[in-house]
Every structure is written in C-alpha cells, then in structure tokens.
Antibody, heavy 121, light 110 residues
Framework: QVQLQESGPGLVKPSETLSLTCTVS????????WNWIRQPPGKGLEWIGY???????KYNSSLQSRVTISVETSKTQFSLDLKSVTAADTAVYYC????????????????WGQGALVTVS | QSVLTQPPSASGTPGHRVTISCSGS????????VNWYQQFPGTAPKLLIH???KRPAGVPDRFSGSKSGTSASLAISGLQSEDEADYYC???????????FGTGTKVTVL
C-alpha cells in the first residue's frame, strides 16, 4: 500500500519561502507523476504542479513564477518550494501520486498524503 | 478561480438518488476524462471515480459517473448518511496545460 506523508514548518512569515517535503513509502517513486495540491481553509482544491521521476516538472500557470518542485529518488521524497508567500498562500498542502495515460498530463490522483496546514503570518 | 463549475450544494433523503453536475469547456471535459473526489471534513480527498466512469476498488457501485459534451455528472443512488461529504470534479485542461478542479459540491443527507 502506497503511503505519502507531508512534513515541514507549519508557520511561515510573509515574503519568505514555504518548503514542504513528501515522503513516499510502500512503492517506488520511479514512475508516475508526483504532485502538490493545496486547499485554503474553507475553500476548494488547487493543483500546484508535478514532477516526474526523471525530473520533468509542470506547474500551475498562476503560481509558476514562485514554485519549484524537486525530487530525490534515492530518498523516495519530493519537495515543494513556494517563494515570496503572502497570507493568500495559507492552506492545507497535500502531496499526491498522479497517474498518467498521456505523457505530460495527469489523469487522476490515486494516493494522497494526509495534508499539512501551513499558515503564513 | 476554478475552471469547472459545480452547484455549491445538493441534498437528498436516505435511499434516494442525488446527481451533481460539473460544467467545463472544450479544453477540459470536452476532450479529457473526468474524475471525482470525495472529501470528508478534516481529511484528504479520496478518488471516487476516474476516467469518467470507472470506480477504484472498494468504491460502492452506488456511485457512478458520466459525461456528455463539456459537462459531467456524478450520481449517488441509494443515498446513505455516510455519503455526506464534499465532492469535486476534476480533469486535465489542454489549454491551461494543467489539472483543474471543480468548485465543489457539499452533499447533505436530510
């Protein structure tokens, strides 16, 4: 059974960089697309971006200038960096495994982490 | 701002059928498959329907998905109290070159 677990600071100051790590267990990170998704309190879901095991990444165009997703296959981890944060970036951040049928696109997310609340204040 | 539009709420009595709509465009639902996620308060979303009409293992067959043109639907038949949750549609958007979610629908069992 694949499991994902987010980790990182729960509080980040405005203008600083939000950094989170997702640790994957119970399966290989050497396939699929590995994603970050966020959900502001009381609001809907927003896809942030993905990275493949080969290091190919794709980001939400609204966040692209501030986001970097990286992967460390040897540690079965991937990470999110979101710079120059504001209060609008306060959200629960989820990591999720993406299943792809067409190269470069994600069809659905089949495994999710439990989520990590990050507050910008 | 979500690209896929859902009604904010839907409700029904136990045993009845509830349908949730998801309206998109030619660049997402019109050309790609649709997925549905179920989310209970304080928990991560769970994949409910993928590839428009396929249920992952363990999902009851009371849940079904369909699409027509640029719209999709999730139907819950034989509604049960444990179905009270938020439901999100989602799909890849070829124009945005990214994954988009619906606005979400809160289902209440009366």
């Amino acid at each position: 059974q694949v499991q994902l677990q987010e980790s990182g600071p729960g509080l980040v100051k405005p203008s600083e960089t939000l950094s989170l790590t997702c640790t994957v267990s119970g399966g290989s990170i050497n396939s699929h697309y590995w994603n970050w998704i966020r959900q502001p309190p009381g609001k809907g879901l927003e896809w942030i971006g993905y990275i493949s095991d080969s290091g190919t990444s794709k980001y939400n165009s609204s966040l692209q200038s501030r986001v970097t997703i990286s992967v460390e296959t040897s540690k079965t981890q991937f990470s999110l960096d979101l710079k120059s944060v504001t209060a609008a970036d306060t959200a629960v951040y989820y990591c999720a495994r993406g299943v792809s049928y067409v190269v470069g696109t994600v069809r659905f997310f089949d495994y999710w982490g439990q989520g990590a609340l990050v507050t910008v204040s | 701002q979500s690209v896929l539009t859902q009604p904010p709420s839907a409700s029904g009595t136990p045993g009845h059928r509830v349908t949730i709509s998801c309206s998109g465009s030619n660049s997402n639902i019109g050309i790609n498959t649709v997925n549905w996620y179920q989310q209970f308060p304080g928990t991560a979303p769970k994949l409910l329907i993928h590839s428009t009409d396929k249920r992952p293992a363990g999902v009851p067959d009371r849940f079904s998905g369909s699409k027509s043109g640029t719209s999709a639907s999730l139907a819950i038949s034989g509604l049960q109290s444990e179905d009270e949750a938020d439901y999100y549609c989602a799909a890849w958007d070829d124009s945005l070159d990214g994954y988009v979610f619906g606005t979400g629908t809160k289902v209440t069992v009366l």
